[in-house]
């Protein structure tokens, strides 16, 4: 999932970069207001981590610009323990959560993927697609109760899919939430790692579908008809 990342301590910034990476994000890093706001209406992200003291632009007004916008990504803001104003404003302005500095890197993991697992309208930890499920946590996958061997690309892409809870995406868009700006990558290659995946799903009741217009969706099928006699769904007696 991609995370913006928004922090003009150059050291903060290489440490939070680090720990976002680790954790399986891709990450784009911004250190002024006026950056923010700029890439923050031309590109998407499933989590923005926004400083409140920057340089050009204040992280409360991007965060009022983005709001104006009806833009509804979920944002975590960074304040200091003592500025108890700033961390109102923040959540009077449409802020989701803010964490104080000097920052617990762990917490700061937990409260990303919470934040963006929330946002797809998920509230276990645990999300279930027919027999495939996702730990929000390990960031892992299970089919069937077995570990679903994934390459980091894969599970990138199903894990978007997963969480996207029955909405289907374009190969476009999910491009996008997978890739950072740095990363220069043709949209096409995205179905690659659909056709992998369908291989790694087939035999099961998960299954990704292509809506003709609207994209790819995960779901899972519905089991054939149970213990149906043809015969009696025509009105014929049994024995015949």
Do not use: W
Request: some cysteine.
């Amino acid at each position: 999932m991609r995370v913006l990342l928004v922090e003009d301590n150059p050291v903060l910034a290489r440490a939070l970069d680090d720990a976002l990476a680790n954790a399986r994000f891709a990450v784009d890093c911004m250190s002024d207001g006026e950056a923010a706001d700029h890439v923050l209406r031309t590109q998407d992200y499933a989590l923005v981590i926004l400083d409140i003291g920057l340089p050009k632009l204040d992280g409360l007004e991007v965060l009022r610009r983005l709001r104006q916008r009806r833009n509804p990504v979920p944002v975590l803001i960074l304040t200091a323990h003592d500025a108890v104003e700033d961390r109102v404003r923040g959540l009077d302005l449409g802020a989701d959560d803010y964490l104080g500095k000097p920052v617990e890197l762990v917490e700061l993991e937990a409260r990303a993927r919470a934040l963006i697992r929330r946002s797809h309208g998920h509230d276990s930890a645990h999300i279930r697609v027919g027999p495939l499920e996702f730990d929000s946590v390990a960031r892992t996958f299970t089919l069937a109760g077995e570990p679903l061997a994934l390459t980091p690309r894969e599970r990138a892409v199903l894990e978007v899919l997963t969480l996207r809870n029955g909405r289907a995406i374009n190969k476009e868009a999910l491009s996008e939430k997978i890739y950072g700006l740095a990363e220069s990558v043709n949209p096409d290659v995205i179905e690659l790692y659909v056709h992998r995946l369908r291989k790694k799903l087939e035999g099961s009741r998960a299954a990704i579908t292509t809506l003709r217009g609207l994209g790819y969706l995960l779901e899972a099928k519905e089991d054939g008809p149970r213990g149906r006699d043809c015969r009696r769904a025509e009105g014929n007696p049994p024995g015949r």
